[in-house]
């Protein structure tokens, strides 16, 4: 059985900075990209970026670009998500997803998503 957990959301103040993390079970973890998306209330799921099974590459959407920077950690099968510069409109829950590596297609596998509150 697949899973993912996120973890380390919170509050924090803008220009603050938080670290989430998404551990995976279940998978050969480096045969997938690893994919980060947001939901703020009332707003469609955003795409944020993901990051190739190897993990050298990624892509970012234009909002987080320069601030925001995803890697993984193989051997232990954990994402992350490094953001900086943080502002109130970051505030979202947060998802980890996973991706099997060939070809097009969507997300295979989601995580339960983290709070993240950017406090102006």
């Known amino acids: 059985q697949v899973r993912l957990v996120e973890s380390g959301g919170g509050l924090v103040q803008a220009g603050g900075s938080l670290r989430l993390s998404c551990a995976a079970s279940?998978?050969?973890?480096?045969?997938?990209?690893m994919g980060w998306f947001r939901q703020a209330p009332g707003k469609e799921r955003e795409f944020v970026g993901r990051?190739?099974?190897?993990?050298?590459?990624?892509i970012y959407a234009d909002s987080v670009k320069g601030r925001f920077t995803i890697s993984r950690d193989n051997t232990k099968k954990t994402a992350y998500l490094q953001m900086n510069s943080l502002k109130p409109e970051d505030t979202a829950v947060y998802y980890c997803?996973?991706?099997?590596?060939?070809?097009?297609?969507?997300?295979?596998?989601w995580g339960q998503g983290t709070q993240v509150t950017v406090s102006s």
């Open positions: 997803a996973a991706r099997y590596m060939s070809g097009s297609r969507p997300y295979d596998y």
């Open positions: 279940g998978l050969t973890f480096n045969a997938y990209y």
């Open positions: 990051i190739s099974g190897s993990g050298d590459s990624t």
